[in-house]
């Protein structure tokens, strides 16, 4: 829809300056560019399988193996989860914040620990 409405102003817009084909890429790519950070937004979320936990955040996608995750991390200030590996980085999962509400951001850290538990470094087959 942003990206419709900069492109229908940029070719519809009359006044001073807004022939100019400049402007009307201008607008076109402001739309094209608050319409890849808003569908970056919407794809925020952590992937569960049995395999590996998928990571995706604003700017990146990370792949782990459940050996790689040591524990989760949420405390009362965190506005995410953050993962301690075992590399010794931590990595925020955007997907579980504090700002969804606190009872259903609890749980689901909960869930996701008691997923590492079960399936990462700690676990033996």
């Known amino acids: 829809m942003i990206l419709a409405g900069c492109t ?5 817009a ?3 300056g807004t022939d100019s084909g400049w402007n009307k890429a201008a607008t076109i790519g402001v739309g094209a560019f608050c319409a890849l950070v808003l569908w970056r937004l919407g794809q925020v979320r952590a992937t569960v399988t049995p395999e ?3 990571v ?3 700017l990146f996608t990370r792949h782990l ?3 790689e995750v ?3 991390r949420f405390g009362p200030g965190d506005p995410w989860v953050r993962l301690d590996l075992s590399d010794g980085k931590a990595l925020a999962v955007m997907g579980i914040q504090r700002a969804d509400g606190a009872r259903r951001s609890e749980r689901e850290a909960a869930r996701l620990a008691a997923l590492v538990a079960a ?3 700690a676990h033996e087959d």
């Not at 229908?8 to 519809?12: Q, S």
């Open 14 to 16: 009359t006044g001073p």
């Open 52 to 54: 590996h936990l998928t």
């Open 65 to 67: 193996e459940w050996a």
């Open 70 to 72: 040591v524990s989760v």
């Open 119 to 121: 399936l990462g470094e």
């Open 56 to 58: 995706h955040n604003i």
């Open 8 to 12: 229908f102003v940029a070719l519809v």
